[in-house]
Each structure stands twice: as C-alpha cells, then as structure tokens.
C-alpha cells in the first residue's frame, strides 16, 4: 500500500549531474519529511539530504552541501535530488525514506531510525 519509488539513477562520468526521483504513493505525503540516504557495499546507509514538510528547511550531509540540492512537489507526492558536479566517491544505491513530521526535527534529520518508510534504492555510479 505505501510506495516509494526512486529512479533516474545510472552511470555517469565524473563531473555530470544527475536528478533522483521518488514517486511516492499510500500516505499523506505533505505531513511527512523527506530524506534521501545512500549506502556503498562494506558501508552503513548514510543520511545525505533533508527536507521539511512543506520545504521550507533543508539539510545537507557535509559531502554533499554545494553540490546537491534537495526538493519536493507535494502537490505531486515526489521528492528530488539533483546532483551537481558528481565524484567517483558518490558512487552508492540512493535510498529516498518518509517520517512523520511530530517525530522529527531540522536536528534529527539525520537518524536513519526516524523514518517510517524507504524505498527500494536506485543505483548511482560515477565513472572516473
């Protein structure tokens, strides 16, 4: 019943851009935050950007802050990420992910436990 569905993920030279989308589905998607995630093999998932309810307020993982830029439509229940000058090191499965908005906050972001819904990743790899 709930949905999340990532796409637009696939090879791309170091350098290139590339915009993930989440088509969601099964929830009220405007009283949920949304966040995108991305996880390398050997490595735990990773919290890469944020978004408020209503987009207000977005928050970025250190790596990432200058380079992507996080965004929703809720009037289409969809969440983006567009990746700007793409690194070998962002190579990863991108996971977008749900939480209510009573349970967290700009601080709390971050914490992978947060969120009540995930989607099954898309893949990303950046070419040197």
């Known amino acids: 019943q709930v949905k999340l569905e990532e796409s637009g993920g696939r090879l791309v030279e170091a350098g290139g851009s590339l915009r993930l989308s989440c088509a969601t589905s099964?929830?009220?998607?405007?009283?949920?935050?949304m966040a995108w995630f991305r996880q390398t093999p050997g490595k735990e998932r990773e919290f890469v950007a944020g978004?408020?309810?209503?987009?207000?307020?977005?928050l970025y993982s250190d790596s990432v802050k200058g380079r992507f830029t996080i965004s929703r439509e809720n009037r289409k229940n969809t969440v983006y990420l567009q990746m700007n000058g793409l690194q070998p090191e962002d190579t990863a499965v991108y996971f977008c992910?749900?939480?209510?908005?009573?349970?967290?906050?700009?601080?709390?972001?971050?914490?992978?436990?947060?969120?009540?819904?995930w989607g099954q990743g898309t893949q990303v790899t950046v070419s040197s």
């Open positions: 099964g929830f009220l998607f405007s009283t949920y935050a």
């Open positions: 978004i408020t309810r209503f987009g207000d307020s977005a």
């Open positions: 992910a749900a939480a209510f908005y009573l349970g967290i906050t700009i601080t709390t972001m971050e914490l992978r436990e947060k969120y009540h819904f």
